[in-house]
C-alpha cells in the first residue's frame, strides 16, 4: 500500500481543518460516550473532537502506520489511537454515539455495504458524519496519467485496473437513499472551497500528499521525475498562479446522518 506523509499532508492544516470543521458543527449529538474518527490521519483534528464531546472515549483509526505513528503522540486518557482498514471495520451494533469520516472515505470502496453497517454501529441519537471529494472531482492527475507515457508502467505497478480515475464517491442522492433506508436522516450538501494556495506549485505539493501518492509510489528513478515534471506542468496550466497566489477550487460532498 502507498505511504502517507503525514508532514506533507499537514502542510495544507487549516485549509484541510476548514471541513473537518464544518462537518463536526453539523452533528446534533450533544452527550456522546462514544466516538471514532475512520481514517483520523496524523490525528490533529481527531483531538478536537474531545473538546466537542469531552466525556467521550475517543478512538481515531487509520490503515496508514505513519500516521497512527503521528497520531499516537496526542493520546491522552481520552484519546487513543490503533492501526486498523475502514474496509475490514466492524463496530458493534449499536455501540456508537458518533462516527466521523473525514477526507478518508474517497479511499475506501464499497460504501453501499459499508455504510449500512456502520448506521447500524449508532446507538439511538447517534450520527454518521463523513465528507468526501464531490464525485467525479479530478483536479488534472488521471488525465496526465492515462497519457500513453504513463498508462501502461502505471497499469503494471498499481494492478490490473491501473490507475483509478475514479473514486468510489456516491451521488448525494444516493448516499440520502442509502442512509434514509438504514432508518436515520439525512442531511447531504455540497460546497465548492476556493482555497488561495501560496507558493511554488501548491496545487502539486497539495495532491502530492494526497491523491498523487498512489502514482508517485508506482514510479521511481527517472521515470518518477518525468512524470511528476509532467503532473506540474499540466497542474500550472489547469491551475495558474496570480499575483496573490494560486486558486484551487475544490468541491467536497458532507453528509450528516443522524439516528432519531
Ligand atoms: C486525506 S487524509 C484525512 C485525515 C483526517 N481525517 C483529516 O481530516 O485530516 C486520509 C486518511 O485516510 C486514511 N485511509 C485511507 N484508506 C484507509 C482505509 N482503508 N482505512 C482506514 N484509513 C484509511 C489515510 O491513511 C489517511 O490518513
Given amino acids: 500500500m502507498a505511504s ?19 462537518l463536526v458543527a453539523r452533528i446534533p449529538t450533544t452527550s456522546a460516550v462514544a466516538v471514532v474518527d475512520v481514517g483520523c490521519g496524523p490525528g490533529t483534528m481527531t483531538a478536537t473532537l474531545a473538546q466537542r464531546w469531552p466525556d467521550a472515549a475517543i478512538l ?7 500516521m497512527i505513528t503521528a497520531a499516537d503522540e496526542r493520546r491522552t486518557a481520552q484519546l487513543t489511537f490503533q492501526l486498523a ?8 451494533r449499536g455501540s456508537l454515539d458518533v462516527i466521523v469520516a473525514n477526507a478518508s472515505l474517497q479511499w475506501v470502496d464499497d460504501h453501499e455495504t459499508l455504510l449500512p453497517r456502520w448506521a447500524a454501529a449508532l446507538d439511538d441519537g447517534g450520527t454518521l458524519a463523513f465528507q468526501v471529494p464531490s464525485p467525479g472531482f479530478d483536479p488534472g492527475l488521471a488525465g496526465v496519467a492515462a497519457r500513453e507515457r504513463w ?3 502505471l497499469a503494471g505497478a498499481l494492478g490490473a485496473t491501473g490507475p483509478r480515475s475514479a473514486t468510489p464517491v456516491l451521488d ?7 442512509l434514509c433506508a438504514a432508518g436515520l ?8 472551497y476556493y482555497h488561495v494556495l501560496p507558493g511554488d506549485d501548491p496545487v502539486f505539493e497539495w495532491f502530492k500528499g494526497t491523491g498523487l501518492r498512489p502514482y508517485l509510489d508506482a514510479l521511481s528513478g527517472e521515470d518518477l521525475e518525468e512524470f ?31 439516528r432519531p
Fill in 60 to 66: 481515531g483509526l487509520d490503515s496508514s502506520p505513519s
Fill in 85 to 92: 482498514d475502514a474496509a475490514g471495520w466492524r463496530p458493534q
Fill in 228 to 258: 511528476s515534471a509532467d503532473i506540474r506542468t499540466e497542474l500550472r496550466r489547469l491551475y495558474p498562479r496570480e499575483p496573490f497566489g494560486t486558486i484551487l477550487p475544490f468541491p467536497r460532498l458532507f453528509v450528516v446522518a443522524h
Fill in 4 to 22: 502517507w506523509d503525514p508532514q506533507q499532508y499537514e502542510r495544507f492544516a487549516e485549509e484541510r481543518a476548514r471541513p473537518f470543521r464544518e
Fill in 172 to 178: 448525494a442522492a444516493e448516499y440520502v437513499r442509502l
Fill in 151 to 153: 498508462a501502461p508502467g
Fill in 185 to 192: 436522516t439525512v442531511d447531504a450538501w455540497e460546497t465548492t
